[in-house]
C-alpha cells in the first residue's frame, strides 16, 4: 500500500467516485439525537433533529466531493439480507442487539430520495463499491471501512481527508492477513492463535508453521515457502497451513499421519472465513443473480520449504 501525504494530482472533475455511505448515515444520524435523563436517570427523554441530520450528512457529501473533485458519484446503503448468513450464521450476530440511532431509518429515505444514494439487498454497501471500483478503475473509492482495502485503485479516506493507492499485491496481503486474523466486529474468528503480528508475518515472508514429531512431542517450526509466482496460491497455502496447526494442537495429534489428514477440514475452516471476509468484484454475480465469491486457488504438489529460518516453537 503506498500512502500519499499530498491530495494526488487530480484535474478538476475528472474522477467519477464510489462511496461507502452506510458510516455518513450512521454519523449524521448519531450527532443528532441526544439523551436527556432526569429524576437520578429514572426517567429520560430522547431528541432528535431530522432537519439537522439531513444538513449534516449533505454536508459531509459535499465535502467529499470537493475533496476529491468529483464529476459524478454513486453512493451505496445496504440493505436486506446479506449473503455472508448463510456462509456463517455468526456473522454480525454481535451486532443485533446494538440500538440503532432513531434517525437512521428516516436518513436512509432522504438520501435514496433526494441525494440518489442506492440501497443494495443481498450483499453489503461495501461489496457493491467495490464491484463498481473493479468495473471502473479509474474512479475512487471513498470510505473509512479498512475491509476495502482489499481492492486496488485510489483510495479517499474522508474522516482522515487521506488519499492512498492500494496495489493489487497489497490488496491481495490485505485480504489473507484477514483470513487469519478473523474480524471480532463483524463475527468471525480467524485462525486460533494468529493475530496481527503473526499475520503479517506469515503473509510478508511466506512464513508458515511445519511439526516435528518425536518421543511424545510436537515441535512446531516455522517453515518459509517458496514461492510459485502465482502471489493467491502462495499466499492461500500459507494460510491453511497455519489452520491445519490451529487444529493440530486443538486435537493433541501425535502422528505425521494424524496432521496430515488435517489438511481437508484445515481448508474448509480457512475457506468458511476467506469467504466471509472477501469483498465481492466484478464478475462475482452470475446472470441468475448467485453470488460466487471468494473460491480457494489449487496449490499444485507439496509445499517446499527453506529449513532453518525463523524460530522453533514447543508447545
Known amino acids: 500500500m503506498i500512502r500519499l501525504n499530498k491530495k494526488p494530482s487530480i484535474k478538476k472533475r475528472n474522477r467519477h467516485i464510489i462511496i461507502d455511505a452506510d458510516s455518513l448515515i450512521y454519523k449524521a444520524a448519531v450527532l443528532n439525537e441526544e439523551t436527556y435523563s432526569f429524576d437520578d436517570g429514572d426517567n429520560s427523554v430522547l431528541h432528535t433533529d431530522l432537519e439537522s441530520a439531513k444538513a449534516c450528512l449533505k454536508e459531509d457529501l459535499e465535502n467529499i466531493i470537493k475533496d476529491t473533485k468529483a464529476r459524478s458519484y454513486k453512493a451505496y446503503l445496504t440493505g436486506k439480507e446479506n449473503f455472508r448468513y448463510t456462509i456463517l450464521p455468526t456473522y454480525k450476530s454481535n451486532r443485533k442487539d446494538i440500538k440503532k440511532p432513531e434517525l437512521l431509518e428516516a436518513l436512509r429515505e432522504y438520501a435514496i430520495n433526494e441525494l440518489g444514494f442506492v440501497m443494495v439487498d443481498g450483499m453489503e454497501a461495501d461489496d457493491a463499491c467495490c464491484i463498481d471500483m473493479t468495473k471502473e478503475k479509474r474512479s475512487i473509492l471513498c470510505h473509512i471501512d479498512k475491509d476495502l482495502n482489499q481492492i486496488e485503485g ?100 501425535g502422528t505425521i499421519k494424524e496432521y496430515e489428514e488435517l489438511r481437508e477440514e484445515a481448508e474448509k475452516e480457512a475457506l468458511t472465513q476467506a469467504r466471509v471476509a472477501y469483498m465481492l468484484r466484478d464478475g462475482d454475480i452470475e446472470s441468475n443473480g448467485n453470488i460466487i465469491g471468494f473460491k480457494a486457488p489449487i496449490y499444485g504438489g507439496c509445499p517446499i520449504w527453506e529449513e532453518g529460518k525463523g524460530e522453533s516453537i514447543t508447545r
Open 154 to 253: 485510489l483510495h479517499y479516506n474522508w474522516n482522515k481527508q487521506e488519499f492512498y493507492e492500494i496495489d493489487p499485491q497489497s490488496g491481495l496481503k490485505f485480504f489473507f492477513m484477514q483470513v487469519l486474523t478473523g474480524d471480532p466486529s463483524d463475527g468471525y474468528k480467524g485462525c486460533p492463535g494468529v493475530g496481527k503480528v503473526k499475520a503479517k508475518e506469515a503473509v510478508e515472508l511466506y512464513l508458515y508453521p511445519c511439526p516435528s514429531f518425536g518421543k511424545g512431542k510436537v515441535t512446531w517450526f516455522n517453515t518459509t515457502l517458496k514461492g510459485s509466482g502465482d502471489l493467491k496460491k502462495d499466499l492461500w497455502e500459507v494460510v491453511v497451513k497455519h489452520y491445519q496447526k490451529a487444529l493440530a494442537v486443538k486435537k493433541d495429534i
